[in-house]
């Protein structure tokens, strides 16, 4: 005989609840202790299968070996293009180095007026004019007095510019800052420091007069009085 107060022994169901299935444990109470798990937390949902899949390498596409293949042709077309400049630059600055160095070789050569020149005949000249014919050739004035002939130098005293010789009034002047000179050379009038130079003459041995630039005469030096600074006639 079963023991009423065994806790082994099933319990008869409650009124109005429905009898357990035949076979099937024993339902307990539930223990309000026991914590509760989330539904969710229990059954893990089921991915799917192609999550699951590591993820395929993507296939590289069909163009890369193109596109390469391009690269390197446009990398070596400008390595060329650059070398190409690179030698034209270099050939031209050699180019221009040995056009200098062969000019350097043949120097300016400065076609001066001689420094010694006849100017014709002592009958060709009137006394007391000034002879402008042979400025532009040899910048002089030669200039016959009563007593003989001097060579002018035909150079401004100031700086150097040269003077016109201005007949009617019977002096020469200079165009760039004014001095005046008479017709001896002496200055007079403007910046002009000291008299005109005059250059030797002499007679050459066809009997025409010889002028001598190289030679000159200085007034302020007292070289006038020189032998060769006058021709006398
Ligand atoms: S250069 Fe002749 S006046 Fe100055």
């Excluded at 026991?34 to 539904?39: D, F, N, R, S, T």
């Excluded at 060329?80 to 350097?104: D, E, H, Y």
């Excluded at 010789?165 to 002096?171: G, I, R, T």
Aim: net charge neutral; aromatic share 10%; glycine share 8%.
């Amino acid at each position: 005989m079963a023991d009423e107060k065994d806790p082994s022994t099933p319990k008869p169901p409650a009124p109005g609840a429905e009898p357990a299935a035949l076979g099937a444990p024993p339902t307990r109470p539930p223990d309000p202790a026991e914590p509760k798990v989330p539904a969710e937390a229990k059954a893990p949902e089921p991915r799917p299968a192609a999550a699951k899949a590591a993820p395929a390498a993507p296939a590289p596409p069909a163009t890369t070996s193109a596109k390469s293949a391009d690269a390197e042709g446009v990398s070596r077309r400008g390595f060329i293009k650059w070398t190409t400049v690179g030698w034209v630059a270099f050939s031209a600055a050699c180019t221009s180095g040995l056009v200098a160095s062969t000019r350097f070789m043949f120097p300016n050569v400065l076609f001066e007026p001689p420094q010694s020149f006849k100017v014709g005949f002592p009958s060709e000249y009137t006394v007391g004019e000034v002879d402008t014919r042979w400025k532009d050739a040899y910048g002089v004035w030669v200039v016959r007095n009563s007593e003989g002939f001097y060579a002018l130098i035909a150079v401004c005293t100031h700086l150097g510019c040269s003077p016109n010789w201005l007949a009617a009034e019977n002096k020469f002047k200079c165009p760039c800052h004014g001095s005046g000179f008479y017709k001896t050379g002496v200055n007079f009038e403007g910046p002009a420091p000291r008299p005109l130079e005059r250059a030797r003459i002499v007679l050459s041995d066809d009997g025409q007069i010889l002028v001598d630039k190289s030679v000159k005469f200085q007034a302020e030096k007292g070289e006038w009085t020189k032998e060769e600074s006058f021709l006398k006639v």
